[in-house]
């Protein structure tokens, strides 16, 4: 028995979703997109389309990947196309470590503590919450915060795959909103810093350029997550009736609290070693240019989060008795990777796409030349954000890396704005809006695939039109209360950030 809900889902989202699952199945379809992309790296290899990289002035063509040098390339790295398929590695180390903490039984227990007195109204909101908060923590919030959602959703009596959408919302869709600051930030800093110097070779954007902005974002995109969750998704979902077993909420044990204690020691214990080596000037684990930001801790946090995960989780076991032996930890990094069996095979696919695309430069010269379009059009400041905004959005259905798309638009809209006397903070901030607001119906996005997996879990017939219909009311939603916050902080003529002033040149 598949999961189905009692309300039919009817309305133009039914019809995404109806119209979206009919498609084959997701691998056979990210398989369909890359026949796709070879024919028309074909056309346009015939035809000669180029354009010119607005940062390098390189002319840049659609390369044929059906030529001899393509199919070679085909066939040559097919195989590490796939294995160097970035979400691959990452989500098979985070799940040794996650599949020791859930088989020893820490994951549910935890749950159980936090949930046993928590206000079930601020649930959604917290979700939400995390869910943009973790995104400064490398992959964290695809990897843990979205599955253990459905988990406490599910536990609370409410669809499970509302409390995942609501943290894919926050993960993805609020991607550049944070109280702090991410390792986002200094890439974009110091590609707009390069635009910038296209006009004014002193000028120099800093990390922190849309901090205010941003900080501020992250409360907003959080109500609105929230809102939507509650008064259309759960709603439209219905009552979940699958077959997976609902994990009641119950007051920890005597002996539960004792492991959680001891698993929460282990935790401070690594706390501790990670702030020794972070504190100091000089320390360990700090970046090699001696900053925090930089530190191995935020951009390979995987591999903490595999070495947490794990020791905690074999601490809590071997004190509850759910691992008596070294074999039980052992087995439960194995039941963790049998949830991966249908993921491996559509990463395989995806990563063929994914790989395809890029090398046939489609996704790069609709990127330069749909700003070529926009920057010949001679239009106000608020009518070009409102425009920047969709067009990032739109692009970012095309080219998955928020940096890549910006090394490309940065150079084309960063001049626009100081000349008409707006800050390269102004232009960043705007990009960063629309790069986000798409990410949860983009397939381009890396973890798109694991998104699927999950839902899959709870909806077998979950697929790609499932996702887009659930994620589009929270885009929809963002793109408007987000480009409504930038546009009134705009006409307040509020700072960005530090030393990050809306007006370039004494202009305003």
Do not use: C
């Not at 759960?234 to 959680?260: N, S, W």
């Amino acid at each position: 028995m598949n999961v189905h809900t009692e309300k039919p889902k009817k309305g133009f989202f039914g019809f995404v979703e109806r119209a979206g699952n009919a498609l084959p199945h997701p691998a056979l379809l990210f398989g369909l997109f890359a026949v796709i992309t070879l024919l028309f790296s074909a056309i346009g290899g015939l035809l000669g389309w180029t354009g010119v990289h607005p940062a390098t002035g390189e002319t840049v063509e659609v390369l044929n990947l059906l030529s001899r040098d393509g199919i070679h390339r085909i066939l040559l790295e097919m195989v590490s196309n796939y294995t160097g398929f970035a979400p691959l590695g990452i989500v098979m180390v985070a799940l040794l470590g996650i599949g020791v903490a859930e088989s020893s039984g820490l994951i549910k227990a935890s749950i159980n503590a936090l949930l046993v007195k928590a206000p079930p109204r601020s649930i959604t909101f917290m979700v939400v919450f995390t869910g943009i908060l973790s995104n400064m923590a490398s992959d964290l919030g695809y990897l843990l915060i979205i599955p253990l959602a459905g988990v406490i959703f599910h536990s609370l009596g409410r669809h499970p795959i509302a409390g995942m959408s609501a943290a894919f919302a926050g993960v993805s869709g609020g991607f550049s909103a944070n109280i702090f600051i991410g390792t986002i930030d200094p890439l974009l800093a110091g590609l707009s810093t390069e635009a910038a110097h296209i006009l004014d070779p002193d000028y120099y954007v800093m990390p922190t350029a849309n901090y205010y902005f941003m900080a501020v974002s992250t409360f907003v995109i959080t109500f609105a997550g929230t809102f939507v969750t509650s008064k259309w998704i759960e709603p439209r979902l219905g009552k979940y009736t699958g077959t997976v077993e609902r994990e009641e909420i119950i007051q920890p044990t005597a002996l539960e609290r004792k492991g959680l204690r001891r698993a929460g020691l282990v935790i401070l214990g690594w706390a501790i070693v990670f702030a020794i080596g972070l504190i100091p000037e000089n320390g360990l684990l700090r970046g090699m240019d001696g900053t925090i930001l930089h530190s191995p801790l935020l951009r390979g946090f995987i591999a903490v989060l595999f070495l947490v995960a794990a020791s905690a989780g074999a601490v809590y076991g071997y004190t509850v008795g759910t691992f008596k032996t070294q074999n039980d930890l052992i087995n439960g990094m194995n039941t963790s990777f049998k949830s991966l069996v249908s993921f491996l095979v559509l990463v395989f696919f995806a990563a063929q796409f994914v790989a395809w695309f890029r090398w046939s430069n489609l996704g790069l010269l609709l990127a330069i030349n749909g700003a070529e379009v926009l920057q010949n059009t001679n239009i106000g400041l608020i009518p070009l954000v409102v425009v920047f905004v969709i067009f990032a959005g739109f692009m970012n259905l095309f080219m998955g890396s928020a940096s890549a798309k910006w090394a490309i638009l940065g150079p084309v809209f960063i001049p626009i704005f100081m000349l008409l006397g707006y800050s390269p903070e102004l232009s960043q901030a705007v990009y960063r809006v629309g790069d986000s607001v798409t990410n949860i119906i983009s397939p381009m996005m890396s973890f798109f695939a694991l998104i699927i997996v999950y839902y899959q879990k709870y909806d077998k017939k979950s697929g790609i039109g499932t996702i887009m219909a659930t994620m589009m009311p929270y885009s929809i939603v963002f793109f408007v209360v987000w480009k409504l916050l930038l546009i009134v902080w705009i006409l307040l003529g509020l700072p960005l950030g530090p030393e990050a002033p809306l007006y370039y040149g004494g202009a305003g």
